[in-house]
């Protein structure tokens, strides 16, 4: 054979390889079930919503860590789980209702990995949705905190509880196909997750359980007991439907039982008081305003905007030495039952010293790092510094009307507000304002000095109330 012809036959070889097809590599199962189907829409759905939901409540959770893991396990949990069950219901009954069992049947797979293959989209969408919507939530408030620390754990918690409700739905929608199923299994769960609010003990088996306090801490195994618990239950669910020897889900059970068991055992124990985060940072002033430490980004604010009221109440006897938001102040924690201060459940009083007096919570009155509106807050704090509990005999006590002019009058002398003329039944406090506005520096002092005398705070029998 000459060269010639054996260079032309390599050459048709090398031009026969570069215009024959490619061969088409099959896709792997478990991602032609992950891409097809509701689930890609389920994960889609849940992050829009959780995200549309807590951007319009931005201003109850941007600025702690606390609270972003609050407010993304109330709507997180309390849309997704349900969401998870539907979706998860649906795909466990598509194979019966089209008719495919005894087809898949046929299929070399064992049964349990055929399933884990079918429930995944339900499991890992909804999942998946949930911690795109608390990474955006995250990103969205690391700008404005003041201290603390996120919490990852609580959210994989989450996850791990939605990504269970996907599995336990697609176990009952294999266990009964009929189409209602799936949404009637999402308002039960809803209607389960929304009414076990209260301060039972069994309260911390919800996976949307709430904690409101921003100065605690949840122990380091809180996390992962709660993940534990929910998907223990999903794996005894799938392995009871189909694994060979059903008795190995007896192991799964037994493990979310002791979860169970310990945080119905700890209970309000699950957080703990965080020093870092409760003890108080001071300004310079006179009277010294003081917020907690996860609070601090605020209190320039804070300074800024009872300097007036510090002014005017500055040197008057009976006036506040210090300003106290957060865990140490003065009444925290508290509430009034028969004109009884009762300290409540969780949270731990001492008294406070003399001449504090509690501030208005400057994170409720900020939005994204700001106080929103400085003046109102002055007048809240003021009128949070007079505020007396009367009893129903008080209010018909003669002269019980004018003393409230009087007190109404006092708050928007120290600390205005532009709309006080706007307040229904405000005439009289009027007239009471007028004749304040119309002393001197000297005047106005003595007529604090008579306001602020006693305990600090006018009694709600009108005749300690002293005229301007």
Same mark, same amino acid.
């Given at each position: 054979?000459?060269?010639?012809?054996?260079?032309?036959?390599?050459?048709?070889?090398?031009?026969?390889?570069?215009?024959?097809?490619?061969?088409?590599?099959?896709?792997?199962?478990?991602?032609?079930?992950?891409?097809?189907?509701?689930?890609?829409?389920?994960?889609?759905?849940?992050?829009?919503?959780?995200?549309?939901?807590?951007?319009?409540?931005?201003?109850?959770?941007?600025?702690? /860590?606390?609270?972003?893991?609050?407010?993304?396990?109330?709507?997180?949990?309390?849309?997704?789980?349900?969401?998870?069950?539907?979706?998860?219901?649906?795909?466990?009954?598509?194979?019966?209702?089209?008719?495919?069992?005894?087809?898949?049947?046929?299929?070399?797979?064992?049964?349990?990995?055929?399933?884990?293959?079918?429930?995944?989209?339900?499991?890992?969408?909804?999942?998946?949705?949930?911690?795109?919507?608390?990474?955006?939530?995250?990103?969205?408030?690391?700008?404005?905190?003041?201290?603390?620390?996120?919490?990852?754990?609580?959210?994989?918690?989450?996850?791990?509880?939605?990504?269970?409700?996907?599995?336990?739905?697609?176990?009952?929608?294999?266990?009964?196909? /009929?189409?209602?199923?799936?949404?009637?299994?999402?308002?039960?769960?809803?209607?389960?997750?929304?009414?076990?609010?209260?301060?039972?003990?069994?309260?911390?088996?919800?996976?949307?359980?709430?904690?409101?306090?921003?100065?605690?801490?949840?122990?380091?195994?809180?996390?992962?007991?709660?993940?534990? /618990?929910?998907?223990?239950?999903?794996?005894?669910?799938?392995?009871?439907?189909?694994?060979?020897?059903?008795?190995?889900?007896?192991?799964?059970?037994?493990?979310?039982?002791?979860?169970?068991?310990?945080?119905?055992?700890?209970?309000?124990?699950?957080?703990?008081?965080?020093?870092?985060?409760?003890?108080?940072?001071?300004?310079?002033?006179?009277?010294?305003?003081?917020?907690?430490?996860?609070?601090?980004?605020?209190?320039?604010?804070?300074?800024?905007?009872?300097?007036?009221?510090?002014?005017?109440?500055?040197?008057?006897?009976?006036?506040?030495?210090?300003?106290?938001?957060?865990?140490?102040?003065?009444?925290?924690?508290?509430?009034?039952?028969?004109?009884?201060?009762?300290?409540?459940?969780?949270?731990?009083?001492?008294?406070?010293?003399?001449?504090?007096?509690?501030?208005?919570?400057?994170?409720?009155?900020?939005?994204?790092?700001?106080?929103?509106?400085?003046?109102?807050?002055?007048?809240?704090?003021?009128?949070?510094?007079?505020?007396?509990?009367?009893?129903?005999?008080?209010?018909?006590?003669?002269?019980?009307?004018?003393?409230?002019?009087?007190?109404?009058?006092?708050?928007?002398?120290?600390?205005?507000?532009?709309?006080?003329?706007?307040?229904?039944?405000?005439?009289?406090?009027?007239?009471?304002?007028?004749?304040?506005?119309?002393?001197?520096?000297?005047?106005?002092?003595?007529?604090?000095?008579?306001?602020?005398?006693?305990?600090?705070?006018?009694?709600?029998?009108?005749?300690?109330?002293?005229?301007?």
């Amino acid at each position: 054979m000459s060269p010639l012809n054996t260079s032309d036959r390599a050459e048709r070889a090398n031009r026969a390889a570069r215009t024959a097809p490619e061969r088409i590599r099959p896709r792997h199962p478990a991602r032609t079930e992950m891409v097809r189907g509701i689930g890609p829409w389920s994960g889609l759905v849940l992050a829009v919503v959780v995200g549309i939901v807590m951007y319009d409540a931005a201003p109850t959770w941007q600025g702690r /860590w606390v609270a972003v893991s609050d407010v993304l396990r109330e709507y997180g949990i309390v849309f997704g789980v349900p969401l998870a069950l539907a979706v998860g219901c649906w795909q466990g009954g598509r194979e019966r209702r089209r008719g495919f069992g005894e087809l898949v049947a046929t299929l070399p797979r064992s049964t349990l990995r055929r399933l884990l293959l079918a429930a995944a989209p339900a499991a890992l969408w909804p999942a998946a949705g949930y911690l795109g919507a608390a990474a955006g939530s995250s990103l969205a408030t690391w700008p404005y905190v003041s201290g603390g620390r996120p919490y990852p754990s609580l959210v994989l918690a989450d996850a791990v509880a939605i990504a269970s409700a996907g599995v336990i739905g697609f176990v009952a929608g294999r266990l009964t196909p /009929w189409r209602l199923t799936a949404p009637l299994l999402a308002l039960v769960a809803y209607v389960t997750l929304i009414s076990t609010y209260s301060d039972d003990p069994r309260l911390w088996l919800n996976p949307a359980a709430l904690h409101h306090y921003f100065w605690d801490r949840p122990v380091w195994w809180f996390g992962p007991a709660a993940m534990v /618990w929910t998907g223990g239950l999903a794996a005894a669910a799938l392995l009871a439907l189909a694994a060979r020897r059903r008795a190995v889900a007896v192991l799964p059970l037994a493990a979310a039982c002791t979860a169970a068991v310990v945080l119905v055992q700890t209970g309000n124990g699950l957080w703990r008081a965080d020093p870092a985060a409760s003890r108080l940072v001071c300004d310079d002033g006179t009277p010294q305003v003081c917020v907690s430490a996860v609070d601090k980004a605020l209190l320039p604010d804070v300074s800024a905007a009872l300097a007036g009221l510090n002014g005017k109440l500055r040197g008057i006897p009976g006036a506040p030495a210090r300003w106290v938001s957060g865990p140490g102040a003065p009444g925290t924690g508290m509430y009034w039952m028969g004109g009884t201060r009762i300290t409540e459940l969780g949270v731990t009083s001492t008294p406070p010293p003399p001449g504090d007096a509690e501030l208005p919570s400057p994170y409720e009155a900020s939005v994204r790092g700001r106080i929103a509106d400085p003046a109102a807050y002055a007048n809240s704090a003021v009128t949070w510094l007079f505020s007396e509990t009367c009893r129903d005999g008080d209010f018909e006590l003669p002269g019980f009307d004018r003393a409230g002019d009087i007190h109404s009058a006092v708050h928007q002398w120290l600390a205005p507000v532009p709309d006080f003329a706007s307040y229904e039944g405000m005439a009289g406090a009027e007239g009471q304002l007028r004749r304040l506005q119309a002393m001197d520096a000297a005047q106005g002092r003595a007529y604090l000095t008579r306001y602020l005398a006693g305990d600090a705070v006018p009694g709600c029998d009108p005749a300690e109330v002293p005229v301007p």
